[in-house]
């Protein structure tokens, strides 16, 4: 055998076709390259809507077998980290139809290119539309997965979850995806009457104090009395009656739930001075709990991958927009490091627990515990066991060495906390019970001898009025009323069209305005069959009712404006 350099990938005559030898490793056999994985390929049994990733694809054996077993909506995506592999595989690959080399950046991007509505890879493949790909299958072709094998399991697990995160998020859709739209029109005319995101960036040179609704919140805000003033608190809204009631007013509550379910909350909150942050989609009936335009700032969150939240993104229409980060808790801290002044400003969080201790799911006083309170009788026991206990919770480590329950929805918050925030210079945990964040633990009694001059943003909010925002509503609001009637009489008096032209108008006018259909069980794409109109028919009705609402408070704001 003539020398070798291991530096590159070589190849090598085995006498039934052409292994390689990188690293000094075969990354095929050195007697027959291509019978594992063609045996590999044959037994493998691929259902519609599968994503294969071909993992260090190599020389491309058996990709041309796979391609030609494919069903239908399938795509292979070959994926390589080690960069002379990589290159030494777009040398050599013969790519059959279905397939895609990703670039390393693809790569590293792609559970985050699966939740997006339209992506064209570097080779001009485009990615299927979202909902087509149902599960994922790894394939290793060659013996390179060896070099890194950690790294093709963690973006395994990460390309299953981006695929099952989309059907999740579906379910919430089709449960909550009107709710967030209708809010979204009526929280839109209340812009203009409240205190501009943007002024409260980087505003806070206080330590900063995030408190959830868990267990743990209690013995934090208990020690709060002597340097309350040294600190901004910024709380989840559910932990706002507790606070409340142990002599706590926050700076600041941040608010995302779509539902009046919250309501609770703020019960007692009128004439405290508190700013809330509250979610475009959030209960429009926050705005009217604060008493004053000064006392509530609107952010935006992408509830889903749309063309009608870019067009609003776009037309500077939506305040400030953040991630979606699933838990209202998650979206506090997120916030709050927004808001400090800069990295040396110490962030504290407490209370986000993300688990339950035997009987109790939150802190004393906040709704759930309130509740459940007063529905207690001699067959439902105050104490709420059935969480710790039932269908789909489990066992967890407590950060102080006990044992919590916990639900897989609430470890995958705890997961992207850890994920978001654990590198994060000067974040610490403050609470005592609980799920691990992946953060250093820090009492908050370390801030006692902090000076309280310093100005937070709370403190700085004054009236403000956007009228440039405002004439952009309200031409949104006609314009949306405007197509919405049109979409309407040609949904219900269209006959006399041609059935090409009705249905390039209905395409053109639902493209952008996936609104109308996004909560529909098979919303996640456009339809022109007659039961999907015949729905989208009557939520024009829905819609346009909210339309004109909101352009009713917004002509109120003019007014008062004036």
């Known amino acids: 055998m003539p020398e070798q350099n291991d530096e590159k990938p070589c190849l090598v005559e085995t006498g039934r076709g052409f292994s390689v030898l990188y ?54 995506l070959g994926c390589e980290c080690d960069g002379e592999l990589y290159t030494f595989a777009q040398e050599h690959i ?15 991007a792609l559970p985050v290119l699966l939740n997006k509505r339209a992506v064209v890879l570097g080779d ?44 999740k998020n579906r379910i919430t859709l089709v449960k909550l995806g009107r709710k967030y739209s209708r809010n979204l029109f009526r929280n839109l005319s209340r812009l203009p009457d409240s205190a501009p995101f943007e002024q409260f960036v980087h505003t806070i040179t206080k330590p ?17 009395a002597p340097c309350r003033n040294t600190m901004y608190i910024a709380a989840a809204d559910a932990a706002l009656p507790s606070l409340l009631a142990l002599g706590v007013v926050p700076d600041a509550v941040v608010c995302e739930e779509a539902q009046s379910a919250i309501a609770p909350a703020f019960l007692g909150a009128q004439g405290k001075n508190t700013h809330i942050f509250a979610g475009i989609t959030s209960w429009p009936a926050v705005h009217d ?34 991630p979606p980060l699933g838990s209202v808790g998650l979206t506090a801290v997120y916030l709050a490091l927004l808001f400090r002044s800069d990295d040396s400003v110490p962030v504290f969080v407490s209370g986000l627990d993300f688990s339950y201790s035997p009987g109790c799911t939150h802190a004393r006083g906040t709704p759930a515990r309130t509740a459940r309170l007063c529905a207690g009788n001699r067959t439902v026991p105050a104490a709420n066991y059935d969480a710790a206990f039932g269908f789909g919770s489990s066992a967890a480590a407590c950060k102080n060495g006990g044992t919590v329950y916990t639900t897989p929805v609430l470890l995958s918050y705890a997961q992207t906390f850890s994920g978001l925030f654990h590198a994060e210079k000067n974040v610490f945990d403050a609470g005592t019970t609980g799920i691990a964040l992946g953060l250093e633990h820090r009492d908050v009694s370390c801030v006692f001898e902090k000076s309280g001059s310093a100005q937070c943003a709370a403190e700085a909010s004054v009236p403000h009025t956007d009228t440039d925002r405002q004439r952009l509503i309200a031409h949104f609001y006609d314009a949306e009323e405007k197509a919405l009637c049109e979409l309407r009489d040609i949904l219900s008096h269209g006959q006399h069209m041609n059935e090409t032209e009705r249905n390039e108008r209905i395409t053109k006018l639902l493209t952008a305005r996936e609104y109308l259909f996004l909560h529909f069980p098979d919303g996640y794409r456009l339809s022109l069959s007659p039961s999907f109109l015949k ?28």
């Open 535 to 562: 729905r989208v028919r009557a939520e024009t009705d829905f819609f346009l009712k909210d339309i004109r609402t909101g352009k009713q408070l917004l002509s109120g704001c003019e007014k008062r404006a004036d």
């Open 94 to 108: 013969v790519r059959p139809r279905n397939f895609s080399l990703l670039s390393p950046s693809e790569l590293s």
């Open 289 to 322: 709990f604060v008493g004053g335009k000064e006392k509530i700032s609107y952010f935006a969150t992408k509830y889903d991958d749309t063309l009608f939240f870019e067009r609003l993104s776009g037309g500077h229409i939506l305040p400030p927009v953040i």
């Open 124 to 167: 001009g493949t485009e990615l299927p539309p979202q909902g087509t790909l149902r599960r994922v299958i790894r394939v290793d072709f060659s013996a390179g997965t060896q070099f890194a094998p950690q790294y093709y399991q963690a973006l395994s697990r990460a390309s299953e979850d981006a695929v099952g995160r989309f059907w």
């Open 23 to 76: 690293k000094n490793r075969f990354l095929y056999s050195r007697y027959d390259p291509s019978k594992n994985i063609l045996a590999a390929v044959a037994s493998l049994n691929i259902l519609p809507g599968t994503l294969i990733l071909a993992c260090s694809p190599c020389l491309g054996l058996g990709l041309s077998e796979l391609s030609a077993k494919l069903p239908e909506n399938c795509l292979i």
């Open 208 to 224: 900063v104090l995030v408190l959830g609704a868990g267990e743990s919140m209690e013995d934090t805000a208990r020690k709060l």
